[in-house]
């Protein structure tokens, strides 16, 4: 989110676009993933994570595009001195699909770095399924929209199952989008379900208040 001085704290639906298009998302986007691998290694320096100790960052169709993204990943690992297995980069099933051969070589050589890679929003962007088994992924993420579907809709329970087991099939972990009620996270596991988020959980906050509604105490 955006702390605008003016209108608040604005949606990234609303200034995500404009920095694609501008092509301001390539510094924008360095910044945000030195951020978050900074913040993360400070709180594996005192102790204060979960189980997993892990963060993921999104990656743009832009960055993708972009000849450095590599080289980027790979210096801002080393500046904060965060372990690549502890990084995870999620792409959005239609930036894979806008050029899916090109896509294909960056994720490799991300792989070679050591991070995780997720592919996110899947079910949306109408991927071929003979280039999901050839990308170097770890993690499918389904999109809010089938969570939505669970327990009120026909077909929903059997369309989020079989796209469990497929990544399963797969090697893949699973996570669930958009978890908003009980409901939904009990059929979820039911269906065996890897991992969920969304707001039934937390709202998305600011690093400083995850410190304080979780215990992990921030750095100076």
């Known amino acids: 989110r955006w702390h605008h001085p003016d209108q608040g704290l604005v949606s990234p639906y609303r200034f995500i676009p404009v920095a694609e298009e501008s092509g301001l998302i390539i510094p924008i986007g360095a910044w945000v993933l030195e951020q978050a691998c900074h913040q993360l290694?400070?709180?594996?320096h005192r102790g204060h994570t979960g189980p997993q100790g892990s963060v993921e960052v999104n990656l743009s169709a832009r960055q993708i595009d972009d000849s450095r993204i590599?080289?980027?990943?790979e210096e801002i690992l080393t500046r904060t001195g965060l372990p690549a297995e502890y990084l995870t980069l999620e792409i959005t099933?239609?930036?894979l699909m806008e050029d899916?051969?090109?896509a294909l070589d960056i994720l490799r050589a991300?792989?070679?770095?050591?991070?995780?890679?997720?592919?996110d929003d899947f079910g949306t962007g109408y991927s071929s399924l003979s280039y999901l088994q050839r990308f170097p992924l770890d993690i499918l993420k389904i999109d809010q929209?089938?969570?939505e579907t669970l327990g009120v809709e026909a077909g929903g329970?059997?369309?989020v199952s079989a796209v469990i087991d497929l990544a399963h099939a797969l090697g893949l972990k699973v996570v669930a989008e958009g978890v908003e009620t009980t409901a939904q996270l009990q059929i979820l596991r039911s269906l065996g379900c890897d991992l969920a988020q969304g707001f039934l959980f937390s709202r998305p906050?600011?690093?400083?208040?995850?410190?304080s509604a979780f215990g992990l105490p921030m750095s100076a």
């Open 93 to 95: 099933e239609s930036a």
């Open 110 to 119: 991300l792989k070679e770095i050591g991070v995780q890679l997720a592919i």
């Open 70 to 73: 590599v080289r980027t990943v």
């Open 157 to 159: 329970d059997e369309i």
């Open 145 to 147: 929209s089938f969570v």
């Open 100 to 102: 899916a051969t090109a």
């Open 41 to 44: 290694r400070d709180w594996h």
């Open 205 to 211: 906050l600011p690093a400083e208040d995850i410190g």
